[in-house]
C-alpha cells in the first residue's frame, strides 16, 4: 500500500518562503520510468501541475513557478518543494503524488489535472497574504 503525507503548508506574506515536504512509504521509487510531482488547487478552480522529479533526476516546473519553487527527493522516501518569493496567487492546497511518467513528457503531465498519477497525499495548505 503506497502512503503520502505532506506538511509543512502555512501561512505567509507575499515574498516569503515554506518548504513542503512529503513522507513516502510503500513506494519503489528505484523502478525505472516513474516520477513524483506536485500539484496545487485553489478555491474554484481545478487542480493544475506545479512541479515533477523523475527517478533519472529530471526536474520540471511550470512556467507561473520556474526560477521560484525547486523540487527535490531522497531516494523515494520524501518529497520536498521548496518555495521562494511567494504570491498571493501561490494560494491553494498542495498535493504531493506518486506513480507518474518519467522523462520530457513530464512538461505535458504537468499541463493536466494530474489524471497520469497513481497516489495521492491527502493535502496541505498554503496560504500567501499580499
Known amino acids: 500500500q503506497v502512503y503520502l503525507e505532506e506538511s509543512g503548508g502555512g501561512s505567509v506574506q507575499a515574498g516569503g518562503s515554506l518548504k513542503l515536504s512529503c513522507r513516502v512509504s510503500?513506494?519503489?521509487?528505484?523502478?525505472?520510468?516513474?516520477?513524483m510531482a506536485w500539484f496545487r488547487q485553489a478555491p474554484g478552480k481545478e487542480r493544475e501541475g506545479v512541479a515533477a522529479?523523475?527517478?533519472?533526476?529530471?526536474k520540471k516546473y511550470v512556467a507561473s513557478v520556474k526560477g521560484r519553487f525547486t523540487i527535490a527527493e531522497d531516494d523515494g522516501e520524501n518529497l520536498f518543494l521548496q518555495m521562494n518569493s511567494l504570491k498571493p496567487e501561490d494560494t491553494a492546497m498542495y498535493y504531493c503524488?506518486?506513480?507518474?511518467?518519467?522523462?520530457?513528457?513530464?512538461?505535458?503531465?504537468?499541463?493536466?489535472?494530474?489524471?497520469?498519477?497513481?497516489?495521492w497525499g491527502q493535502g496541505t495548505q498554503v496560504t500567501v497574504s499580499s
Open positions: 503524488a506518486a506513480g507518474g511518467p518519467a522523462g520530457p513528457v513530464m512538461d505535458w503531465v504537468l499541463t493536466r489535472r494530474g489524471d497520469d498519477y497513481q497516489w
Open positions: 510503500g513506494y519503489t521509487y528505484g523502478h525505472s520510468g516513474h516520477s
Open positions: 522529479i523523475d527517478s533519472y533526476g529530471m
